[in-house]
Nanobody, 122 residues
Framework: VQLQASGGGLVQPGGSLRLSCAASGSGFSINNMGWYRQIPGKQRELVATITSGGSTKYADSVKGRFTISRDNARNTVYLQMNSLNPEDTAVYYC?????????????????WGQGTLVTVSS
């Protein structure tokens, strides 16, 4: 099982980017998914999360600018980022809690994508 993130790049202030993260493999369902970001030398911080039912939460710093969504049929989570500013520059990581049915009951495991760099600069 892997989480593959894509969509990062260089964008000017005020611009937009859309990140995607797809879970590959089989034998699981997906619970919560989310996006985090990390600036070198700082702790990884939560950006947004989405439940399997579509409920969302956002960091105060991105509310009104970023939108998280998911396509359950494609095991994919998205992050639409608008009105980007230089403070949004970071490596963005996707995250998902995968549920595996087992004889002893369902087990939940947390997976991380490899990170995709977003640079906001003129």
């Amino acid at each position: 099982v892997q989480l593959q993130a894509s969509g990062g790049g260089l964008v000017q202030p005020g611009g937009s980017l859309r990140l995607s993260c797809a879970a590959s493999g089989s034998g699981f369902s997906i619970n919560n998914m989310g996006w985090y970001r990390q600036i070198p030398g700082k702790q990884r911080e939560l950006v947004a999360t989405i439940t399997s039912g579509g409920s969302t939460k956002y960091a105060d710093s991105v509310k009104g600018r970023f939108t998280i969504s998911r396509d359950n049929a494609r095991n994919t989570v998205y992050l639409q980022m608008n009105s980007l500013n230089p403070e949004d520059t970071a490596v963005y990581y996707c995250n998902a809690y995968l549920l595996f049915p087992q004889v002893s009951g369902t087990k939940e495991y947390r997976y991380w994508g490899q990170g995709t760099l977003v640079t906001v600069s003129s």
